[in-house]
T-cell receptor, first 115, second 114 residues
Framework: AQKITQTQPGMFVQEKEAVTLDCTYDTSDPSYGLFWYKQPSSGEMIFLIYQGSYDQQNATEGRYSLNFQKARKSANLVISASQLGDSAMYFCAMRAIQGAQKLVFGQGTRLTINP | NAGVTQTPKFQVLKTGQSMTLQCAQDMNHEYMSWYRQDPGMGLRLIHYSVGAGITDQGEVPNGYNVSRSTTEDFPLRLLSAAPSQTSVYFC?????????????FGPGTRLTVL
């Protein structure tokens, strides 16, 4: 069974600072994908970034990057130069080959950017 | 390209009533799924489908039925609504069921059962 753990219920960061949101995962499957989603107060789920278990390099998408440490089973999201619009809930999720139909979510981290 | 659409956006039901949440996608995706999100929690899988005519249960299927008669549509039926089904419901789709396939989410339906 797959499991995602996000240990930071809430984080407060000053605008323009970098922020790291933690995500650890548990799976016995060698093939899996890790996803980060943003959920603003309006409620929609917005895909941010993907990291595959076989990817040699950390994924990057604009201001988002993923600090993937496979041996430690962690996939932390790094947001550089945070903006007020980054205030939202952030979810880490995993999809593994054996349970590929199921996207397993963590409980999320609420990020608040202060001006 | 509308992506994944859901109707209605909001719904209030009385205990025991039935209703259908609609979901449609125009991306020709094989895989579709329904999730529920309860306050302070991540999303949990209710039912999923890997193609027309094929459905299966997820993590929390009790009280819900699904069918998939076309590639585009994947409705979720509440048979006899209960207050425990008060939640936000998301429909999602992906091109395939592989672990690297990104899932695209609809805007959600906020359901309240009194």
């Amino acid at each position: 069974a797959q499991k995602i753990t996000q240990t930071q219920p809430g984080m407060f960061v000053q605008e323009k600072e970098a922020v790291t949101l933690d995500c650890t995962y548990d799976t016995s499957d060698p093939s899996y994908g890790l996803f980060w989603y943003k959920q603003p107060s309006s409620g929609e789920m917005i895909f941010l970034i993907y990291q595959g278990s076989y990817d040699q390099q950390n994924a990057t998408e604009g201001r988002y990057s993923l600090n993937f440490q496979k041996a430690r089973k962690s996939a932390n999201l790094v947001i550089s130069a945070s903006q007020l619009g980054d205030s939202a809930m952030y979810f880490c999720a995993m999809r593994a080959i054996q349970g590929a139909q199921k996207l397993v979510f963590g409980q999320g981290t609420r990020l608040t950017i202060n001006p | 390209n509308a992506g994944v659409t859901q109707t209605p956006k909001f719904q209030v039901l009385k205990t025991g009533q039935s209703m259908t949440l609609q979901c449609a996608q125009d991306m020709n995706h094989e895989y579709m799924s329904w999730y529920r999100q309860d306050p302070g929690m991540g999303l949990r899988l209710i039912h999923y489908s890997v193609g027309a005519g094929i459905t299966d249960q997820g993590e929390v299927p009790n009280g819900y039925n699904v069918s998939r008669s076309t590639t585009e549509d994947f409705p979720l039926r509440l048979l006899s609504a209960a207050p425990s089904q008060t939640s936000v419901y998301f429909c999602a789709s992906s091109f395939g069921q592989n672990y690297y396939n990104e899932q695209f989410f609809g805007p959600g339906t906020r359901l309240t059962v009194l």
